[in-house]
């Protein structure tokens, strides 16, 4: 009997280690570059930066910026719809996310923004219509206060860009807090993306895809050191609502994730210029829950 428990104590201590093993063993290096057989790869100031395009050529050019943690491919089902429709887009992974480069430095949103306009200035595109996903949202309007120039419409899909944060004092990111944030997130982190969905049932799959970028290097850190570098981007909305730029809001009607009701106050002070709408029967991410409904809002009404 002894035996028995101590075999069985054995083989759960050797699937948990397994499992904590297949964590965070990729190094995205050159090796891993040339793997990726999609897109393509430019060395800017602060790393790689993985990106695709299509339609460059066209007068009307679509930048696609990803949230938090899930890379570009959140944008898929509208990426491809524009290029049918004829637009040339843009997209890529923000550093520390998808196949970009894991940085040892703080994740910002200048950082992020300064990545957006590097890559823009590499492609030789002068301007462009920005789409900004939750996270994204806060990147959109580093780029516009930075590069105003650069922007002719700015559209914030579920954007968090207008909550209030506590700003951190200890921007640093310790070993100790990977390991822990590893250790009590990396197991049910990928499930959790499904919470982003009024209707999780209708995404199966969608955690398993997420799975893989748990095997990049770097990636705990930067989650960690992104939310830690969340700062008020008042002044930016501020200017941005002073400006002649177009700027748009779109909400799911049933978003958890970024509670509208918590800061629409504070946005109808600072950009009561802009122009909203709400897509129906959609979570945290309309774009993916109510696609045909929200393209037809963005193509037919807000980019035409």
């Given at each position: 009997m002894k035996k028995i428990f101590f075999n069985t104590i054995f083989l759960l201590v050797f699937v948990v280690s397994c499992q904590f093993n297949n964590y965070e063993t990729v190094d995205k290096n050159k090796r891993f570059r040339d793997q990726i057989k999609t897109g393509n790869f430019v060395k800017l100031n602060e790393g790689y930066t993985y990106y695709e395009i299509k339609n460059l050529d066209s007068e009307k050019i679509l930048v696609f910026i990803h949230g938090f943690s899930v890379p570009s491919y959140i944008w898929d089902e509208t990426y491809y719809s524009a290029i049918d429709r004829g637009f040339g887009v843009i997209r890529l992974d923000l550093y520390g996310r998808g196949y970009s480069s894991n940085l040892n430095t703080d994740y910002t949103d200048k950082l992020f923004a300064e990545q957006v306009i590097e890559l823009m200035k590499e492609l030789n595109i002068k301007n462009a219509d920005f789409l900004g996903l939750s996270n994204g949202g806060r990147v959109i309007s580093k780029i516009a206060y930075l590069k105003p120039n650069l922007v002719k419409k700015l559209i914030y899909v579920s954007a968090n860009s207008f909550m209030d944060h506590q700003n951190s004092r200890d921007k640093s990111v310790s070993g100790k807090e990977i390991n822990e944030f590893i250790k009590n997130n990396y197991p049910t982190i990928s499930k959790g993306q499904l919470l982003d969905f009024k209707y999780p049932e209708n995404f199966k799959g969608w955690d398993k895809k997420y799975e893989d970028l748990l095997k990049y290097k770097g990636f705990a850190r930067a989650l960690i050191s992104t939310r830690k570098n969340?700062?008020?981007l008042d002044?930016?909305?501020?200017?941005?609502?002073?400006?002649?730029?177009?700027?748009?809001t779109i909400w799911g009607d049933s978003d958890s994730a970024v509670i509208y009701n918590d800061f629409k106050d504070k946005l109808n002070k600072i950009m009561p210029r802009r122009k909203e709408y709400f897509i129906s029967q959609s979570g945290h991410l309309p774009n993916k829950e109510n696609t045909t409904e929200f393209e037809n809002l963005l193509f037919e009404n807000i980019l035409k």
């Amino acid at each position: 009997m002894k035996k028995i428990f101590f075999n069985t104590i054995f083989l759960l201590v050797f699937v948990v280690s397994c499992q904590f093993n297949n964590y965070e063993t990729v190094d995205k290096n050159k090796r891993f570059r040339d793997q990726i057989k999609t897109g393509n790869f430019v060395k800017l100031n602060e790393g790689y930066t993985y990106y695709e395009i299509k339609n460059l050529d066209s007068e009307k050019i679509l930048v696609f910026i990803h949230g938090f943690s899930v890379p570009s491919y959140i944008w898929d089902e509208t990426y491809y719809s524009a290029i049918d429709r004829g637009f040339g887009v843009i997209r890529l992974d923000l550093y520390g996310r998808g196949y970009s480069s894991n940085l040892n430095t703080d994740y910002t949103d200048k950082l992020f923004a300064e990545q957006v306009i590097e890559l823009m200035k590499e492609l030789n595109i002068k301007n462009a219509d920005f789409l900004g996903l939750s996270n994204g949202g806060r990147v959109i309007s580093k780029i516009a206060y930075l590069k105003p120039n650069l922007v002719k419409k700015l559209i914030y899909v579920s954007a968090n860009s207008f909550m209030d944060h506590q700003n951190s004092r200890d921007k640093s990111v310790s070993g100790k807090e990977i390991n822990e944030f590893i250790k009590n997130n990396y197991p049910t982190i990928s499930k959790g993306q499904l919470l982003d969905f009024k209707y999780p049932e209708n995404f199966k799959g969608w955690d398993k895809k997420y799975e893989d970028l748990l095997k990049y290097k770097g990636f705990a850190r930067a989650l960690i050191s992104t939310r830690k570098n969340h700062i008020n981007l008042d002044k930016e909305n501020t200017y941005i609502n002073n400006t002649k730029i177009p700027f748009f809001t779109i909400w799911g009607d049933s978003d958890s994730a970024v509670i509208y009701n918590d800061f629409k106050d504070k946005l109808n002070k600072i950009m009561p210029r802009r122009k909203e709408y709400f897509i129906s029967q959609s979570g945290h991410l309309p774009n993916k829950e109510n696609t045909t409904e929200f393209e037809n809002l963005l193509f037919e009404n807000i980019l035409k």
